[in-house]
Protein backbone atom coordinates (compact mmCIF):
# COMPACT_ATOMS: atom_id res chain seq x y z
CA UNK A 1 0.00 0.00 0.00
CA UNK A 2 2.79 2.58 0.81
CA UNK A 3 4.64 1.88 -2.75
CA UNK A 4 0.99 2.59 -4.38
CA UNK A 5 0.88 5.51 -2.31
CA UNK A 6 5.09 6.42 -3.19
CA UNK A 7 4.57 5.93 -6.55
CA UNK A 8 0.99 8.28 -6.95
CA UNK A 9 2.87 10.96 -5.39
CA UNK A 10 5.69 10.67 -7.95
CA UNK A 11 3.21 10.61 -10.55
CA UNK A 12 1.07 13.73 -9.49
CA UNK A 13 4.47 15.15 -7.96
CA UNK A 14 6.32 15.20 -11.39
CA UNK A 15 3.71 16.28 -13.65
CA UNK A 16 2.49 19.39 -11.27
CA UNK A 17 6.05 20.13 -10.14
CA UNK A 18 7.46 20.50 -13.28
CA UNK A 19 4.45 22.08 -15.51
CA UNK A 20 2.92 24.31 -12.94
CA UNK A 21 5.97 25.51 -10.81
CA UNK A 22 9.24 27.98 -11.81
CA UNK A 23 11.08 25.04 -12.60
CA UNK A 24 9.27 25.09 -15.88
CA UNK A 25 10.58 28.53 -17.14
CA UNK A 26 13.99 27.61 -16.03
CA UNK A 27 14.24 24.24 -18.11
CA UNK A 28 12.50 26.09 -21.27
CA UNK A 29 14.87 28.82 -20.25
CA UNK A 30 17.92 25.92 -20.59
CA UNK A 31 16.40 23.54 -23.00
CA UNK A 32 14.36 25.44 -25.21
CA UNK A 33 10.59 25.05 -25.59
CA UNK A 34 10.68 21.89 -27.82
CA UNK A 35 13.69 20.39 -25.59
CA UNK A 36 11.18 21.34 -22.49
CA UNK A 37 8.43 19.09 -23.43
CA UNK A 38 10.65 16.38 -24.69
CA UNK A 39 12.22 16.25 -21.38
CA UNK A 40 8.92 16.57 -19.69
CA UNK A 41 7.50 13.89 -21.91
CA UNK A 42 9.81 11.50 -20.99
CA UNK A 43 9.35 12.34 -17.29
CA UNK A 44 6.06 11.62 -17.25
CA UNK A 45 5.81 8.20 -19.66
CA UNK A 46 8.72 6.97 -16.72
CA UNK A 47 5.80 8.23 -14.24
CA UNK A 48 3.23 6.77 -15.68
CA UNK A 49 4.92 3.24 -15.99
CA UNK A 50 6.08 3.23 -12.42
CA UNK A 51 2.37 4.05 -11.46
CA UNK A 52 0.97 1.26 -13.42
CA UNK A 53 3.54 -1.18 -12.67
CA UNK A 54 3.35 -0.69 -9.13
CA UNK A 55 -0.35 -1.08 -9.24
CA UNK A 56 -0.25 -4.48 -11.43
CA UNK A 57 2.16 -6.04 -8.55
CA UNK A 58 0.78 -4.77 -5.26
CA UNK A 59 -1.46 -6.87 -4.05
CA UNK A 60 -5.27 -5.60 -2.88
CA UNK A 61 -6.01 -6.68 0.16
CA UNK A 62 -7.66 -3.77 1.99
CA UNK A 63 -10.77 -3.06 1.24
CA UNK A 64 -12.49 0.74 2.23
CA UNK A 65 -16.11 -0.08 1.11
CA UNK A 66 -17.89 -3.47 0.39
CA UNK A 67 -17.99 -4.06 -3.58
CA UNK A 68 -21.65 -3.13 -4.88
CA UNK A 69 -23.03 -3.89 -8.55
CA UNK A 70 -24.46 -0.56 -8.43
CA UNK A 71 -21.25 0.82 -8.86
CA UNK A 72 -20.28 -1.57 -11.47
CA UNK A 73 -23.35 -0.28 -13.40
CA UNK A 74 -22.90 3.25 -12.75
CA UNK A 75 -19.20 2.80 -14.15
CA UNK A 76 -21.24 1.39 -17.57
CA UNK A 77 -23.37 4.18 -17.31
CA UNK A 78 -20.59 7.02 -17.15
CA UNK A 79 -17.82 5.54 -18.92
CA UNK A 80 -19.32 6.33 -22.82
CA UNK A 81 -19.55 10.10 -21.40
CA UNK A 82 -16.01 10.15 -20.44
CA UNK A 83 -15.01 8.63 -23.56
CA UNK A 84 -16.83 10.89 -25.78
CA UNK A 85 -15.36 14.03 -23.51
CA UNK A 86 -12.21 12.73 -24.34
CA UNK A 87 -12.45 11.61 -27.33
CA UNK A 88 -14.01 14.65 -28.89
CA UNK A 89 -11.27 16.77 -27.12
CA UNK A 90 -8.91 15.83 -29.83
CA UNK A 91 -11.54 16.57 -32.46
CA UNK A 92 -11.96 20.09 -31.45
CA UNK A 93 -9.22 23.44 -31.91
CA UNK A 94 -8.89 24.33 -28.73
CA UNK A 95 -6.11 26.82 -26.98
CA UNK A 96 -5.79 24.77 -23.91
CA UNK A 97 -3.71 22.57 -25.73
CA UNK A 98 0.00 22.96 -26.40
CA UNK A 99 0.71 25.61 -29.05
CA UNK A 100 -2.51 26.39 -29.86
CA UNK A 101 -2.71 29.79 -28.04
CA UNK A 102 -2.91 31.23 -31.67
CA UNK A 103 -6.52 29.54 -31.94
CA UNK A 104 -8.15 32.95 -30.79
CA UNK A 105 -6.31 35.34 -32.93
CA UNK A 106 -9.04 36.15 -35.55
CA UNK A 107 -12.92 35.36 -35.41
CA UNK A 108 -13.00 31.93 -36.97
CA UNK A 109 -10.56 30.71 -34.59
CA UNK A 110 -12.55 31.99 -32.12
CA UNK A 111 -15.74 30.23 -33.39
CA UNK A 112 -13.79 26.51 -33.97
CA UNK A 113 -12.41 26.76 -30.15
CA UNK A 114 -16.29 27.09 -28.87
CA UNK A 115 -17.38 24.11 -30.81
CA UNK A 116 -18.65 20.21 -30.32
CA UNK A 117 -17.54 19.09 -26.33
CA UNK A 118 -16.15 22.63 -25.75
CA UNK A 119 -19.27 24.00 -24.96
CA UNK A 120 -19.95 21.51 -22.91
CA UNK A 121 -15.99 22.09 -20.73
CA UNK A 122 -12.85 23.82 -22.13
CA UNK A 123 -11.48 20.68 -20.54
CA UNK A 124 -13.39 17.99 -21.99
CA UNK A 125 -9.80 15.33 -22.11
CA UNK A 126 -9.48 16.27 -18.46
CA UNK A 127 -12.75 15.36 -17.54
CA UNK A 128 -12.94 12.36 -19.26
CA UNK A 129 -10.09 11.10 -17.14
CA UNK A 130 -11.90 12.31 -13.96
CA UNK A 131 -14.81 10.81 -14.80
CA UNK A 132 -13.03 7.27 -15.56
CA UNK A 133 -11.06 7.32 -12.35
CA UNK A 134 -13.91 7.99 -10.27
CA UNK A 135 -16.02 5.89 -11.36
CA UNK A 136 -13.52 2.93 -11.64
CA UNK A 137 -12.38 3.59 -8.03
CA UNK A 138 -16.06 3.07 -6.96
CA UNK A 139 -16.22 0.23 -8.84
CA UNK A 140 -12.87 -1.44 -7.25
CA UNK A 141 -13.04 -0.78 -3.49
CA UNK A 142 -9.77 -1.71 -2.27
CA UNK A 143 -6.63 0.81 -1.15
CA UNK A 144 -4.78 -0.15 -3.59
CA UNK A 145 -7.18 0.77 -6.61
CA UNK A 146 -8.54 4.06 -4.41
CA UNK A 147 -5.15 5.63 -4.69
CA UNK A 148 -4.41 4.64 -8.03
CA UNK A 149 -7.59 5.80 -9.91
CA UNK A 150 -7.30 8.73 -7.45
CA UNK A 151 -3.89 10.26 -8.56
CA UNK A 152 -5.59 10.55 -11.99
CA UNK A 153 -8.59 12.23 -10.87
CA UNK A 154 -6.28 14.96 -8.65
CA UNK A 155 -4.08 15.10 -11.50
CA UNK A 156 -6.78 16.03 -13.41
CA UNK A 157 -8.97 18.38 -12.09
CA UNK A 158 -5.68 19.83 -10.63
CA UNK A 159 -4.47 20.46 -13.87
CA UNK A 160 -7.91 22.06 -15.42
CA UNK A 161 -7.40 25.06 -13.04
CA UNK A 162 -3.55 25.25 -12.85
CA UNK A 163 -3.95 25.84 -17.16
CA UNK A 164 -6.27 28.18 -16.86
CA UNK A 165 -4.32 30.50 -14.90
CA UNK A 166 -1.11 29.56 -17.48
CA UNK A 167 -3.25 30.43 -20.26
CA UNK A 168 -5.40 33.59 -18.53
CA UNK A 169 -1.46 34.95 -18.29
CA UNK A 170 0.01 34.09 -21.21
CA UNK A 171 -2.70 34.34 -23.61
CA UNK A 172 -4.22 37.73 -22.01
CA UNK A 173 -7.70 39.32 -22.93
CA UNK A 174 -8.01 36.51 -25.93
CA UNK A 175 -8.66 34.04 -23.22
CA UNK A 176 -10.86 36.11 -21.08
CA UNK A 177 -12.84 35.92 -23.76
CA UNK A 178 -12.93 32.34 -24.18
CA UNK A 179 -13.16 31.77 -20.36
CA UNK A 180 -16.37 33.72 -20.60
CA UNK A 181 -17.60 31.68 -23.44
CA UNK A 182 -16.97 28.49 -21.80
CA UNK A 183 -16.51 26.47 -18.46
CA UNK A 184 -14.15 24.53 -17.03
CA UNK A 185 -17.11 22.59 -14.96
CA UNK A 186 -18.99 20.82 -17.17
CA UNK A 187 -22.51 22.38 -18.36
CA UNK A 188 -22.05 25.57 -16.23
CA UNK A 189 -21.50 27.76 -18.69
CA UNK A 190 -24.62 26.28 -20.75
CA UNK A 191 -26.93 26.68 -17.35
CA UNK A 192 -25.81 30.08 -17.19
CA UNK A 193 -26.89 30.87 -20.42
CA UNK A 194 -23.45 31.86 -21.73
CA UNK A 195 -23.35 28.81 -24.19
CA UNK A 196 -25.18 26.33 -25.98
CA UNK A 197 -25.22 23.26 -26.92
CA UNK A 198 -25.46 22.21 -30.72
CA UNK A 199 -26.42 18.44 -31.61
CA UNK A 200 -25.29 18.38 -35.18
CA UNK A 201 -21.92 19.31 -33.61
CA UNK A 202 -21.85 16.54 -30.78
CA UNK A 203 -22.65 13.99 -33.72
CA UNK A 204 -18.79 13.14 -34.55
CA UNK A 205 -18.26 13.13 -31.05
CA UNK A 206 -20.48 10.79 -29.65
CA UNK A 207 -19.91 8.26 -32.60
CA UNK A 208 -16.08 8.07 -31.80
CA UNK A 209 -16.56 7.80 -28.52
CA UNK A 210 -19.00 4.88 -28.36
CA UNK A 211 -16.75 3.11 -30.82
CA UNK A 212 -14.32 2.89 -28.64
CA UNK A 213 -16.18 2.56 -25.57
CA UNK A 214 -17.24 -0.60 -27.56
CA UNK A 215 -13.32 -1.45 -28.14
CA UNK A 216 -12.43 -1.05 -24.29
CA UNK A 217 -15.67 -2.87 -23.32
CA UNK A 218 -15.25 -5.93 -25.46
CA UNK A 219 -11.26 -5.66 -24.22
CA UNK A 220 -10.99 -4.89 -21.54
CA UNK A 221 -9.69 -8.09 -19.65
CA UNK A 222 -6.99 -7.81 -22.08
CA UNK A 223 -5.90 -4.79 -21.26
CA UNK A 224 -6.53 -4.57 -17.39
CA UNK A 225 -6.82 -8.60 -17.02
CA UNK A 226 -10.04 -8.48 -15.61
CA UNK A 227 -13.42 -9.25 -17.43
CA UNK A 228 -16.53 -7.07 -17.65
CA UNK A 229 -19.54 -8.55 -16.29
Given at each position: ?????C??????G???G?????????????????????????IAL?????H????????????????????????????P?????A????????????H??A???????????VR????????????????????H???????????????????????????D?????????????????T???????????RN???????????????????????????????P?Y
Open positions: MWLMLAGVLFVAHLISSTGLRPTLVRKLGEKGYLGVYTLVTLWIIWVYTEVPRQTYLWALDPNFYLLTKVLMVALILVGGFMVKNPTAVMETLADAAGRDASGVNRITRHPFQWGVVIWALTMLANGDAVSVVFFASFAVLSAAGTVLMKKKAHSIGADWSWFAQASNVPFAAIVRGRLVAKELVAPVAAGLLVYAALYWGHQWVSGVI
